[in-house]
C-alpha cells in the first residue's frame, strides 16, 4: 500500500483487520475481518475467524434448500463450508464470501480472486455442487461509519494487512487470528505480553 495523504487514503478492500489484544469492544476481541468495501463514506466487512452454533448443512436444511443434510451433494471442498459470525449488523442476513470460479447476477467481485454472493442462488448451487471451489458463510456483518475506521486504526484497535487467500478460507477458524499475525510477522504472544503495559 502506497503511504498518501490523510484526506486521500488508500482503499482497505481485500485486506484483513486484525483485532489488537486491548480491542476493548468484545464482540470484535481476537477478530480477524475481511474488507469487503471501503470508501470515505465509510467501511463493511466481516468477520472471519468466529463459529457460528449451526452448521453449513444444518443451516442448508433449515433454509428448506435441501430436505435433509444427507442429500447435499458437495465437492470436497465444499465440505468445508464455515459458517461465521460475520458481525453484530443484520445478523440474521447471510452473505458468501468466495472464489471467483462462480458468478450470478448479484455477485460482487471484491478483489481478482474473492466475491460476495448475498443471495440464495448461490447457496442452492454449492447443494447441488456446482457452486464455488472455496467458500465461507457469514450472518451479519460489521460497518464503520464516514471516518470511524480510520479513527479505530489510528487509536491502534486494528492491525492491517493485505488478505491472504488460504488464511481466508481456512477451515480451522480458530487459527485464523495467529496465522493473519503471521501474515504481519507477529508473534500473539508478543502482542498479548505488552496489553496494561504503560
Not at 443451516?59 to 459470525?85: F, Y
Request: charged letters at 25%; a negative charge.
Amino acid at each position: 500500500m502506497k503511504d498518501r495523504a490523510d484526506d486521500n487514503q488508500p482503499s482497505l478492500e481485500g485486506h484483513f483487520l486484525i483485532a489488537m489484544p486491548g480491542m476493548e469492544d468484545e464482540r470484535f476481541a481476537r477478530s480477524v475481518i475481511y474488507i469487503c468495501a471501503h470508501s470515505p463514506k465509510g467501511a463493511m466487512g466481516f468477520i472471519i475467524n468466529k463459529a457460528q452454533e449451526i452448521s453449513f448443512g444444518a443451516l442448508l436444511t433449515q433454509l428448506g434448500i435441501v430436505a435433509d443434510e444427507d442429500e447435499i451433494r458437495l465437492p470436497a471442498k465444499g465440505r468445508e463450508v464455515s459458517v461465521c459470525m460475520g458481525g453484530p449488523v443484520e445478523r440474521g442476513r447471510g452473505f458468501v464470501l468466495h472464489s471467483d470460479d462462480y458468478d450470478s447476477e448479484s455477485t460482487v467481485a471484491v478483489t481478482d480472486r474473492v466475491s460476495l454472493t448475498p443471495t440464495l442462488d448461490i447457496l442452492k448451487a454449492i447443494s447441488a455442487g456446482i457452486g464455488p471451489t472455496t467458500a465461507i458463510m457469514a450472518l451479519g456483518y460489521a460497518g464503520w461509519g464516514e471516518g470511524q475506521l480510520e479513527a479505530e486504526i489510528a487509536a491502534n484497535g486494528w492491525l492491517t494487512c493485505e488478505a491472504d487467500f488460504g488464511v481466508m478460507f481456512a477451515p480451522e477458524l480458530d487459527d485464523k487470528y495467529s496465522r493473519a499475525l503471521a501474515l504481519l510477522g507477529v508473534d500473539p504472544a508478543f502482542l498479548n505480553s505488552e496489553v496494561g503495559h504503560a
